[in-house]
């Protein structure tokens, strides 16, 4: 009984390098989030998915990619890692208004 | 984990007192609110929430009041204890028919025995 998980918990990478950040939740839920959760600005919200193949933006989508092929996993990519996108990412997922939270993913752009 | 803490209000409490955590939003059409408490190095979790149609919603040790009125959410938490200490979040939902969250910026919460 996993509920939702995030791998990896910890990555550093280079400014220019792909990077994917995985999610994966066991509930079937239809909806998925992905927030980025910076000193001073709280969390916010970068896409989300309603279903699968059902992807929308958010506040902050710029340098981000996701995708939705299977209902349980919604991975974000940044195709090319700056300095600005050091942060802490978490996942989401709900069926109702209320979401649950993976345990985040702790990214530094070096 | 990473402290979110640096840079937010902060509200300091014994052990045993009533707190009181406060939020201001800002979207007049939101009909939905939920408070979150994360603690250090971990996901955001849900505490409770509340619908526009209602003022107060109770549940345990823990009171959500909601005033239209001025915007403003506040959550009670009734005989504090050390393991309350967290970042509080207040998050709204729109009506824009998808379940998207708006998080305010967080309270710390510091509880000392």
């Known amino acids: 009984d996993a509920g939702i998980t995030q791998s990896p918990r910890y990555k550093i990478t280079e400014t220019g390098r792909q990077v994917t950040l995985m999610c994966h939740q066991t509930w079937s839920h239809s909806y998925m989030f992905w927030y980025r959760q910076d000193l001073g600005h709280g969390l916010r919200l970068i896409y989300y998915?309603?279903?699968?193949?059902?992807?929308d933006k958010g506040e902050v989508p710029d340098g981000y990619v996701v995708s939705r092929s299977k209902t349980e996993n919604f991975p974000l990519t940044l195709e090319s890692a700056t300095r600005s996108q050091t942060s802490v990412y978490f996942c989401a997922s709900s069926e109702t208004n209320e979401q649950f939270f993976g345990p985040g993913t702790r990214l530094t752009v070096l | 984990g990473e402290s979110v803490g640096l840079h937010l209000p902060t509200l300091s409490v014994q052990e045993g007192d009533n707190s009181i955590i406060n939020c201001a939003y800002s979207?007049?059409?939101?009909?939905?609110f939920i408070w979150y408490k994360q603690e250090s190095g971990k996901g955001p979790q849900f505490i409770i929430d509340?619908?526009?149609?209602?003022d107060k919603r109770q549940g345990q040790r823990v009171t959500v009041l909601l005033n239209k009125t001025v915007k403003h959410l506040s959550l009670q938490i009734a005989a504090t204890q050390p393991g309350d200490s967290a970042v509080y979040f207040c998050?709204?939902?729109?009506?824009?028919?998808?379940?998207?969250?708006?998080f305010g910026k967080g309270t710390m919460l510091l509880v000392s025995p």
């Open positions: 979207n007049s059409a939101s009909d939905y």
């Open positions: 509340i619908r526009s149609n209602m």
């Open positions: 998050a709204e939902i729109g009506n824009s028919g998808y379940s998207t969250l708006t």
């Open positions: 998915s309603a279903a699968a193949d059902i992807t």
